[in-house]
């Protein structure tokens, strides 16, 4: 909300530098997000007085002005084209070099011959109004010293306060004014409400009928003949423009100055327009159409509230009038509304035609009861002055009668508690009272009597909230945790910070992508992008970013594609993060391990690696290569060594279920002990590769970081460490070619036995020695045998891997 | 000529030819000729029998001498020449030592992970333990429980990303999913699943990812961490909440940090709190960083607000405590000086590579 000093220090006295009330609203929890001062954007522009006014000699609609600016340059001739110049009129003069709103700079020019020696403005060159047919008149007499800077006369100093969603008393120059006084002592200074009333009674032109009371608890009308519509005064209108609100006409402008005075948000109708004066307040009726004054058909459906006449909707209730009743220049007789609308079904409406507003948004926050009535005398006082209209006699209210006051009670040993301090019921009182609070009972239990404009006090915590602001949170004394500690429960996130940890040790980058992809991304990725199980949003804030990831595929591509976009084509990235996916139905197995809200909507953290590029950087003298598929086999080995988890082990992936933006022949599972897979490798498809913006062979891996952190043994036992030397024995195979060599690795290391410690691949052989379709290849085996030189149980298990090999994949061993 | 002067004449001899031997293989042709089977010397020796009974003893001895001699300057020579070998090779081998090493890769951690790993440590001293929920959330959780009922001014502190319902973008009319489910907009629906779940004192951290909807610019982006943190027990006061965020601050950010303790609003919690610090830019005199207020708020907390302590199954008349949220992506953006927010969620390794694990 913003703040005009000068309209907020009529209701308190305020003697604070503006730093110095923005610091103490900020600690009273209303904070000030900014101090803006009017007029810093005005430089160079002096008050100066008409001291002559001459037809411009070759321009029939043009003045020449003679202007005294006292110290600021004395006499100046300025050309000017309002008509509204006079002699002695103090008048806003822009000195040559002067710099208006805008970036608008001011020279020495020639209009029609004659030059020109600065500007003289309107409120609309200064951003004061909307004036822009005359010079914007200062006065007449002696009031202002000549060459005195505008910005010292007319500036102004702004506070935006962000007042918080539960004080919507605190919305308005007098509920802020509340505040200060009761923090700072100063009494607080209503503005006056008395309203000259006519003869003819207010329910002899209105009558209001309430059929949906639930929504509307409260509907206060006035009646005024003879109105008189034009503009608003200028310091009703500086005012307005100050926070932010365009003027209009007087009967306007004073709803909206008593809204911002107030927090009381009104609205006019042109009583002609309103047969009888008949106003009825209903739900709309399902399908019903109302045209707004912003000249918008909106659909309404039951769940909205209006008010209507005879015929039909006439506004939104607390959020917009309708054009038919809108109040204009020709307007002479009014009818305001002065009501409490439900918070709810203003919001729910607002939100659902788009329309939020002032108004609604303080129908949302709530109205205290005492309120409509005394704004609605507030505005017709005003209405009577400013446009010359009666006011009828009386209030039309359907509600004139206080209601009770709300009644907390607290312990003041709890909220002691609570809060930290130590108090006693009559520092509780001391404190609640300037707040508006009445205090009674003791010595523990209070009851406090709630003001009944703060809607937000209900319960005891918001009592001590209150007794906290008035005590300060600043003279709260601060305390160390005390000993008393939950017990132990292992760290889930403490895993995922080690595995980043090892792969950063690795050599990989980490990045962190978004979780929220586009359908493209999908495309791009060779996946299907309509498929059910994927979660899109409702109300995405763009198509690239619709779509909770189902893979970290797309993520790990576009970390590749961004880094070769600025020329750094050498990539090694990881990332931990979740995928996402809908299933609904019973949970699967897996889904049951997954995290979920119990929606049908499963994430579950996963592990992307990405590589591309060259393999080693390059050094003199060392051959230059792209990473490839055993590079990234190699990582995720060396992943599972440093978590202690056994080496997964590699299949080529089923065509069904395959990962699509994979080549099929380069893709594989990862897989445990038990054959079950837990992630995939591969090599991007060429395709992928291409859609992508890249080139050469990418290679990604994902794994599912729970099923791998469930590899590692939750206890090492070490093997003795035996006084024998290790043996070491070769093994010579010829396989099929279609013999995968994972088979004969996990064959070998199935049947060697206990003993065997280390088992090497360390040479691959096809050619005519062998023959067609088949290749040969090289085992290093290493044994550690108890005793040492226990040849004789080292060949033993020698001849049981030979026997497996020749069994289970037809070996021939040379 | 008698035995013993060729004795003697032998030594002579082949102590001169020893030090003119010029390399190994010249030493062992020596020895060979002195002290091999037909050598020099063992020829003498097979000659003492020749020599009379009462001068044996005497030249037999002196011959014994002259062999150990020999074979003792044999091996000095032997290892003088391979230490020259030796020099003489190192002196050849001398390379550039100013010339760079081979690179090794070593990757680096993202800065938003690295601070929520230090929050942890931090906090974890102080009997924090971590507490994960779901980020696919129910409007129940992120909402309701957390006293923001729907059509509540509160929810327009956030913005929330509403997961559609299923089929209905695929059909062209897209609706929010009938179930309430969105995308959290903030951690503290894990607080009320940390108070579901576990028993009283309570004190849990809930790092994650949030989501909102929210346009993206320099310092605003839709998807961001938070980490919240939760203690409930029967006596922990708004003091006690004062002491621990201005640890928590000295821990981050210095034991000489400024620190402001005033009232915020959040639905959850009553009282509320925001609390700031110095401005790390400026360090308080105020600049744009600060907008001239010469602080920066840095975390939101409150005392636990008796409907989600009620929502979480704790009697607030018995069980009270507070909460505290932090946003690890501004900390982080203070730590290190960065000033736009989005690239915490590029993989550019024109930034990703500045930071490095001992920050």
């Known amino acids: 909300?913003?703040?005009?000093?000068?309209?907020?220090?009529?209701?308190?006295?305020?003697?604070?530098?503006?730093?110095?009330?923005?610091?103490?609203?900020?600690?009273?929890?209303?904070?000030?997000?900014?101090?803006?001062?009017v007029g810093t954007d005005?430089?160079?522009?002096?008050?100066?007085?008409?001291?002559?006014?001459?037809?411009?000699?070759?321009?029939?609609?043009?003045?020449?002005?003679?202007?005294?600016?006292?110290?600021?340059?004395?006499?100046?001739?300025?050309?000017?084209?309002?008509?509204?110049?006079?002699?002695?009129?103090?008048?806003?003069?822009?000195?040559?070099?002067?710099?208006?709103?805008?970036?608008?700079?001011?020279?020495?020019?020639?209009?029609?011959?004659?030059?020109?020696?600065?500007?003289?403005?309107?409120?609309?060159?200064?951003?004061?109004?909307?004036?822009?047919?005359?010079?914007?008149?200062?006065?007449?007499?002696?009031?202002?010293a000549l060459g005195t800077p505008l910005a010292d006369r007319v500036g102004e100093t702004v506070l935006d306060v962000d007042v918080k969603p539960n004080r919507g008393d605190a919305l308005s120059m007098v509920g802020l004014a509340r505040e200060i006084a009761a923090f700072t002592g100063g009494a607080l200074t209503l503005p006056p409400a008395t309203v000259?009333?006519?003869?003819?009674?207010?329910?002899?032109?209105?009558?209001?009928?309430?059929?949906?009371?639930e929504l509307n608890p409260r509907f206060a009308a006035r009646w005024f003949g003879g109105v008189s519509n034009g503009p608003s005064p200028a310091w009703m209108q500086q005012r307005l423009l100050a926070v932010g609100v365009r003027p209009i006409s007087a009967v306007?402008?004073?709803?909206?100055?008593?809204?911002?005075?107030?927090?009381?948000?009104?609205?006019?109708?042109?009583?002609?327009?309103?047969?009888?004066?008949?106003?009825?307040?209903?739900?709309?009726?399902?399908?019903?159409?109302?045209?707004?004054?912003?000249?918008?058909?909106?659909?309404?459906?039951?769940?909205?509230?209006?008010?209507?006449?005879?015929?039909?909707?006439?506004?939104?209730?607390?959020?917009?009038?309708?054009?038919?009743?809108?109040?204009?220049?020709?307007?002479?007789?009014?009818?305001?509304?002065?009501?409490?609308?439900?918070?709810?079904?203003?919001?729910?409406?607002?939100?659902?035609?788009?329309?939020?507003?002032?108004?609604?948004?303080?129908?949302?926050?709530g109205i205290g009861s005492d309120l409509p009535r005394f704004a609605l005398d507030r505005a017709a006082g005003l209405i009577s002055e400013l446009t010359g209209a009666r006011a009828g006699r009386g209030i039309v209210d359907n509600d004139p009668e206080p209601p009770e006051r709300a009644r907390v009670s607290m312990s003041v040993d709890r909220v002691s508690r609570l809060l930290g301090i130590d108090l006693t019921a009559q520092r509780v009182v001391e404190l609640l009272r300037p707040l508006g609070f009445e205090v009674g009972g003791g010595p523990d239990e209070l009851v406090a009597v709630v003001p009944p404009h703060r809607l937000d006090v209900t319960s005891d915590a918001d009592l001590a909230e209150e007794i906290a602001r008035a005590h300060g949170y600043e003279r709260i004394a601060g305390r160390l945790p005390s000993a008393a500690v939950a017990p132990y429960r292992s760290d889930p996130s403490e895993p995922?910070?080690?595995?980043?940890?090892?792969?950063?040790?690795?050599?990989?980058?980490?990045?962190?992508?978004?979780?929220?992809?586009?359908?493209?991304?999908?495309?791009?990725?060779?996946?299907?992008?309509?498929?059910?199980?994927?979660?899109?949003?409702?109300?995405?804030?763009?198509?690239?970013?619709?779509?909770?990831?189902?893979?970290?595929?797309?993520?790990?591509?576009?970390?590749?594609?961004?880094?070769?976009?600025?020329?750094?084509?050498?990539?090694?990235?990881?990332?931990?993060?979740?995928?996402?996916?809908?299933?609904?139905g019973p949970p699967t197995e897996g889904e049951r391990r997954a995290e979920s809200a119990g929606t049908g909507?499963?994430?579950?953290?996963?592990?992307?690696?990405?590589?591309?590029?060259?393999?080693?950087?390059?050094?003199?003298?060392?051959?230059?290569?792209?990473?490839?598929?055993?590079?990234?086999?190699?990582?995720?080995?060396?992943?599972?060594?440093?978590?202690?988890?056994?080496?997964?082990?590699?299949?080529?992936?089923?065509?069904?279920?395959?990962?699509?933006?994979?080549?099929?022949?380069?893709?594989?599972?990862?897989?445990?002990?038990?054959?079950?897979?837990?992630?995939?490798?591969?090599?991007?498809?060429?395709?992928?590769?291409?859609?992508?913006?890249?080139?050469?062979?990418?290679?990604?891996?994902?794994?599912?970081?729970?099923?791998?952190?469930?590899?590692?043994?939750?206890?090492?036992?070490?093997?003795?460490?035996?006084?024998?030397?290790?043996?070491?024995?070769?093994?010579?195979?010829?396989?099929?070619?279609?013999?995968?060599?994972?088979?004969?690795?996990?064959?070998?290391r199935a049947s060697a036995g206990p003993a065997l410690r280390e088992l090497r691949l360390f040479d691959v052989y096809r050619g005519p020695q062998i023959g067609p379709g088949r290749v040969s290849y090289a085992l290093a085996l290493r044994f550690q045998p108890a005793e040492s030189g226990d040849v004789k149980s080292v060949e033993k298990a020698l001849n049981k891997v030979r026997g497996s090999l020749r069994h289970h994949l037809g070996a021939e061993l040379r | 000529m008698t035995i013993s002067d060729?004795?003697?004449?032998?030594?002579?001899?082949?102590?001169?030819?020893?030090?003119?031997?010029?390399?190994?293989?010249?030493?062992?042709?020596?020895?060979?000729?002195?002290?091999?089977?037909?050598?020099?010397?063992?020829?003498?020796?097979?000659?003492?029998?020749?020599?009379?009974?009462?001068?044996?003893?005497?030249?037999?001895?002196?011959?014994?001498?002259?062999?150990?001699?020999?074979?003792?300057?044999?091996?000095?020579?032997?290892?003088?020449?391979?230490?020259?070998?030796?020099?003489?090779?190192?002196?050849?081998?001398?390379?550039?030592?100013?010339?760079?090493?081979?690179?090794?890769?070593?990757?680096?951690?993202?800065?938003?992970?690295?601070?929520?790993?230090?929050?942890?440590?931090?906090?974890?001293?102080?009997?924090?333990?971590?507490?994960?929920?779901?980020?696919?959330?129910?409007?129940?959780?992120?909402?309701?429980?957390?006293n923001i009922p729907p059509d509540h001014p509160a929810r327009d502190l956030v913005d929330t990303l509403y997961v559609a319902e299923p089929g209905s973008v695929e059909a062209g009319r897209p609706e929010p999913a009938r179930?309430?489910?969105?995308?959290?907009?903030?951690?503290?629906?894990?607080?009320?699943?940390?108070?579901?779940?576990?028993?009283?004192?309570?004190?849990?951290?809930?790092?994650?990812?949030?989501?909102r909807y929210e346009a993206v610019d320099a310092s605003h982006a839709f998807e961001f961490f938070q980490v919240e943190g939760l203690v409930i027990d029967r006596h922990t006061s708004l003091a006690d909440l004062k002491g621990m965020l201005e640890e928590i601050a000295r821990a981050l950010y210095g034991r000489d940090v400024r620190t402001r303790f005033r009232p915020g609003y959040y639905p959850f919690t009553e009282p509320s709190v925001a609390f700031d610090i110095g401005c790390l830019v400026c360090g308080g005199v105020g600049c744009p960083a600060c907008k001239r207020s010469g602080w920066m708020t840095i975390l939101g907390a409150g005392m636990v607000h008796p409907t989600v302590l009620r929502d979480g199954g704790f009697d607030p008349a018995e069980f009270q405590g507070y909460a505290f949220g932090m946003g690890p992506d501004r900390m982080t953006m203070l730590r290190h000086g960065i000033g736009d927010i989005r690239l915490f969620f590029s993989a550019d390794a024109r930034f990703a590579t500045q930071f490095a694990e001992g920050r």
């Open chain 1, 1 to 37: 909300m913003r703040v005009p000093l000068s309209w907020l220090r009529e209701y308190v006295a305020v003697d604070l530098a503006p730093r110095d009330l923005a610091d103490e609203l900020t600690m009273r929890g209303m904070e000030v997000s900014s101090i803006e001062t």
């Open chain 1, 42 to 144: 005005w430089t160079d522009v002096v008050v100066g007085r008409v001291m002559e006014v001459n037809r411009h000699p070759n321009a029939d609609t043009l003045w020449l002005a003679r202007v005294d600016v006292g110290a600021a340059g004395g006499e100046l001739e300025i050309v000017c084209g309002a008509q509204n110049l006079e002699v002695g009129q103090l008048v806003p003069a822009a000195l040559v070099g002067a710099v208006l709103p805008g970036d608008r700079t001011i020279e020495r020019s020639k209009i029609r011959g004659v030059v020109s020696n600065g500007m003289l403005c309107s409120a609309i060159e200064l951003g004061l109004g909307t004036d822009a047919d005359g010079i914007h008149i200062l006065g007449h007499g002696d009031e202002i």
């Open chain 1, 196 to 213: 000259p009333e006519a003869d003819e009674p207010t329910d002899g032109h209105v009558s209001v009928r309430i059929e949906a009371p």
């Open chain 1, 252 to 365: 306007v402008d004073v709803t909206n100055y008593v809204m911002h005075e107030l927090g009381q948000p009104m609205h006019a109708y042109d009583a002609g327009a309103v047969p009888a004066g008949r106003i009825v307040v209903r739900r709309a009726r399902s399908g019903e159409r109302l045209t707004t004054i912003d000249h918008v058909e909106r659909l309404l459906d039951e769940r909205m509230l209006v008010i209507a006449d005879q015929e039909g909707a006439i506004g939104l209730a607390g959020i917009m009038g309708g054009a038919s009743t809108e109040v204009g220049a020709e307007t002479t007789n009014v009818i305001l509304e002065s009501a409490i609308f439900d918070g709810p079904t203003v919001r729910n409406t607002a939100q659902r035609l788009g329309l939020r507003s002032e108004a609604s948004m303080r129908h949302e926050k």
């Open chain 1, 496 to 584: 995922r910070h080690r595995v980043r940890r090892i792969l950063a040790g690795l050599g990989l980058d980490e990045m962190v992508s978004h979780a929220l992809i586009g359908r493209a991304d999908l495309e791009r990725t060779g996946h299907d992008a309509d498929g059910a199980e994927l979660i899109r949003l409702y109300n995405p804030l763009s198509e690239d970013h619709a779509i909770l990831r189902p893979t970290l595929g797309p993520s790990l591509l576009n970390g590749v594609a961004e880094n070769v976009r600025w020329r750094h084509p050498d990539v090694r990235l990881f990332d931990v993060g979740k995928v996402y996916w809908h299933h609904a």
């Open chain 1, 601 to 748: 909507r499963y994430e579950s953290w996963e592990v992307g690696l990405i590589m591309a590029g060259g393999g080693a950087a390059g050094f003199p003298g060392d051959p230059q290569r792209e990473v490839d598929l055993a590079d990234l086999k190699g990582i995720v080995d060396a992943l599972h060594d440093a978590l202690g988890a056994a080496r997964p082990s590699y299949r080529a992936e089923e065509a069904e279920g395959r990962h699509p933006h994979r080549h099929p022949g380069r893709s594989g599972l990862v897989c445990d002990a038990s054959g079950r897979a837990y992630g995939s490798l591969g090599e991007i498809h060429p395709l992928v590769v291409e859609a992508w913006g890249l080139s050469g062979r990418p290679i990604d891996a994902s794994i599912d970081l729970g099923w791998l952190l469930g590899l590692v043994p939750s206890d090492r036992r070490v093997r003795p460490v035996v006084d024998a030397q290790p043996i070491d024995r070769d093994l010579a195979v010829i396989l099929d070619e279609a013999t995968p060599v994972g088979e004969l690795l996990r064959v070998a």
């Open chain 2, 6 to 146: 060729d004795l003697e004449h032998i030594g002579a001899e082949a102590r001169e030819a020893l030090a003119a031997a010029a390399d190994a293989d010249a030493v062992d042709r020596l020895r060979h000729e002195l002290l091999g089977r037909s050598g020099t010397l063992t020829a003498l020796l097979r000659q003492l029998g020749t020599v009379p009974a009462g001068e044996r003893p005497a030249i037999g001895q002196r011959a014994n001498e002259v062999r150990r001699e020999l074979e003792s300057a044999i091996g000095d020579r032997l290892e003088e020449l391979r230490r020259g070998d030796v020099e003489r090779r190192l002196a050849s081998e001398a390379i550039d030592m100013s010339a760079p090493g081979r690179p090794v890769q070593v990757g680096h951690l993202h800065p938003v992970q690295t601070l929520m790993r230090d929050l942890r440590e931090i906090l974890h001293a102080f009997g924090f333990e971590v507490f994960e929920g779901p980020e696919v959330e129910t409007e129940e959780y992120n909402f309701e429980l957390l």
């Open chain 2, 179 to 211: 179930d309430g489910t969105i995308l959290r907009t903030h951690t503290s629906p894990v607080q009320v699943r940390a108070m579901q779940a576990l028993e009283a004192p309570i004190r849990v951290l809930t790092p994650g990812r949030c989501f």
